[in-house]
């Protein structure tokens, strides 16, 4: 069976949706810095065997904002589930992590939301743990873009988590 | 001939298709992609794969997706898209607009302006991560040095006391050996808190009348000996058209004076090391004095002269020349606080020669306060004093008893708790005539002590004199000692001399 899911990613500029994406649909990174305009839309398969399904991610790249009314509401027609990006390493990012969240929620009630702090590779453990009352009580998943490190594991349990 | 033109020119910007609501496209003019026709409209572009279940809202409405970046059959633009549907089962309509110079500029414009706004955040971050490792190196250093000064203090105070004592001429020199060695740690020391004290600006300059002329020889007199005992010569040339007494910072001038000249005595092997002063001029009730450090040692290579200022850096990586890399660092720095600078000129092999003009106040009218020679202190001889001191470090307590006890004038109590201090301040047959206060007691502070001590209702027992005895010493600090009503600090490590002083000079 074959499915598609529209997943958008959301969040300040400069944190790594569109690296993010690029690293989960084309598992390449860059260190440049290419600011994201509007919207780019990528698209891939992540088979579930324990479902005998295959899902279709259509994934909308949104342009970084640094407050989410901002946000051109038509983009988020539709959307079957919502990753917020913040960058762990960037105060600015999740300063105001609760009311984005609660944005969304608002929004699109009902549409489930995966927040996740990226660049994980710039911080030490500790560093999160310190940092649980700033946004470790509100991440889902900690993230890295540059190394990997549990990018394929966010976007798959999403898709499975959709089924 | 303009609608040739026209036709000739024209770029189409502009792609308008008919959709069935499944996104089977059935009609497209092809103005800005080919091949629309009989496709399904998802399998086109993803983008079209999510607006699918718009199509089939039969309803008047038009909805917009602003900067939408399509790239179809290689061709890359960014559009604007419009998705028209109606009422009654009427086939909508997918307008695609390509805005790609407009958007390109507008990209432009917003990579400068995030590249910036992420530049002066991380900046931002940088300069408090960097302030928060400098605070916490000062609380550390400040805490570490702290704890050496108690048994530094001890160690000054016996050896000072066992040199008083019967000594074979073997023992005098073990006695001489553990002074000096206890000497230069406690300079170190000193120049570790100096140094953080001066990197977290909290070190300022004072002003006051002092004999320059007495300071100078007393210089003169201790390098000479330092110099001898390395086989060096000591030159020192005084320009007798200096004025004797100046306004400055007399503790802060011998260390840049004593620093400099360690400095030569230590990097020279043979030869001399020259120390002139002369006066400039005086104008304006301010004399400007030139000071120069000359030796004939190993000198220092051009491209370290920075170097030599930096903080815990030492150019010259041999071990045998010991010592923490403060000296000029601190020199540099406490030059600088009088708004002059510090001049190094040196031959590699042959010597250097470091030099600087400060400024002092010069005038007449100035007199230096009687200083206190405590080897000379000469208490009531018909009264007994009774001190109490509160601390509870044991070496602490030890050295104060063993020098008080020289001098067979005092009583001494020694408490450690409030309760013990109030009991003892309010004993009507033995008042007491001064207070030693440690600050950082165990499990109390010495300055909140000294505020009940000067509520106690008996103008006599609130008005004794309280010296506190702390390595505690930052300028605020100082303020909350003062506040707390203590009279004067003694800092730690203190000799017998320092002690006695104090302790004259409040008994008077």
């Known amino acids: 069976m074959k499915i598609s899911k529209k997943i958008v990613l959301l969040g300040h500029f400069g944190v790594g949706k569109s690296s993010l994406i690029r690293r989960f649909v084309e598992n390449t990174f860059s260190e440049n810095y290419k600011v994201t305009i509007g919207v780019h839309i990528f698209k891939k398969n992540v088979e579930i065997p ?107 349990k999403l898709a499975e988590s959709l089924l | 001939m303009l609608e040739e033109y026209k036709q000739k020119y024209t770029k189409p910007v502009i792609q308008y298709s008919v959709l069935e609501p499944n996104g089977l496209v059935l009609e497209s003019d092809n103005g800005l992609f080919e091949n629309f026709e009989k496709k399904n409209i998802s399998d086109i572009h993803p983008f079209f794969e999510t607006i699918i279940p718009i199509l089939g809202e039969s309803i008047e409405k038009e909805t917009i997706f602003s900067c939408v970046h399509l790239n179809i059959e290689s061709k890359e633009i960014i559009s604007d898209i419009i998705l028209q549907t109606f009422k009654n089962n009427k086939k909508p309509l997918l307008v695609i607009q390509d805005l790609t110079t407009h958007y390109n500029n507008y990209q432009t414009t917003a990579q400068v302006r995030n590249e910036s706004v992420i530049n002066s955040q991380i900046l931002e971050l940088k300069n408090t991560y960097l302030k928060e490792k400098e605070a916490f190196k000062n609380t550390f250093i400040a805490n570490f040095s702290h704890e050496l000064r108690d048994p530094l203090t001890g160690i000054l105070t016996f050896s000072n006391i066992l040199s008083k004592t019967k000594l074979d001429p073997k023992q005098k020199d073990y006695i001489q050996i553990l002074n000096s060695t206890s000497s230069f740690l406690k300079k170190m020391i000193d120049d570790i808190l100096d140094i953080s004290k001066i990197e977290s600006g909290k070190l300022d300059l004072s002003i006051e009348p002092f004999n320059f002329k007495k300071l100078l020889d007393e210089i003169k007199f201790n390098y000479t000996i330092k110099a001898k005992q390395k086989g060096l010569e000591f030159n020192y040339n005084y320009d007798h058209k200096l004025p004797e007494v100046i306004g400055g910072d007399a503790k802060r001038l011998r260390q840049v004076i004593t620093n400099l000249l360690d400095n030569a005595i230590k990097f020279t092997h043979n030869g001399s090391v020259t120390f002139n002063v002369s006066l400039n001029q005086i104008r304006a009730q301010k004399a400007s004095i030139h000071f120069e450090i000359i030796d004939t040692g190993i000198g220092i290579k051009e491209e370290n002269f920075e170097d030599i200022f930096t903080s815990f850096n030492q150019v010259n990586k041999n071990e045998s020349y010991k010592g923490t890399g403060l000296g000029l660092a601190i020199v540099k720095y406490l030059v600088e606080l009088t708004n002059s600078k510090i001049k190094v000129v040196s031959n590699y092999g042959k010597g250097s020669t470091f030099s600087t003009n400060i400024n002092f106040i010069s005038n007449p009218s100035l007199k230096v306060t009687k200083e206190i020679d405590a080897t000379k202190v000469v208490f009531n001889p018909s009264k007994k004093y009774n001190i109490l001191l509160v601390e509870d470090s044991e070496i602490i307590q030890l050295s104060v008893l063993k020098i008080l006890a020289t001098r067979g004038q005092f009583f001494l109590d020694i408490v450690s708790k409030p309760e013990e201090v109030l009991t003892r301040m309010v004993d009507y047959d033995n008042e007491v005539d001064l207070v030693l206060m440690d600050i950082k007691l165990k499990e109390h502070r010495g300055d909140e002590i000294a505020r009940q001590i000067r509520k106690l209702p008996e103008p006599h027992q609130r008005k004794v004199p309280i010296i506190a005895m702390t390595a505690k010493v930052f300028k605020e600090d100082l303020k909350l000692y003062k506040k707390a009503g203590i009279n004067e600090v003694l800092k730690k490590p203190f000799d017998e001399n320092q002690l006695l002083e104090i302790i004259a000079k409040h008994l008077e």
Do not use: C, H, M
Not at chain 1, 96 to 105: R, S
Not at chain 1, 131 to 143: A, H, I
């Open chain 1, 50 to 156: 324990e479902k005998d399904t295959d899902v279709s991610l259509v994934i909308w790249d949104l342009e970084g904002n640094d407050d989410i009314n901002n946000t051109r509401l038509s983009y988020l027609i539709g959307t079957n589930a919502f990753i917020y990006v913040y960058d762990v390493t960037r105060p600015a990012t999740y300063e105001n992590l609760q009311a984005e969240i609660d944005f969304l929620k608002e929004k699109q009630k009902n549409t489930p939301i995966k927040v996740v702090g990226n660049k994980n590779d710039l911080v030490t453990k500790a560093f999160l743990k310190e940092n649980n009352d700033n946004f470790g009580r509100l991440t889902d998943l900690y993230v890295s873009a540059k190394t990997g490190n549990q990018v394929d594991f966010l976007f798959s």
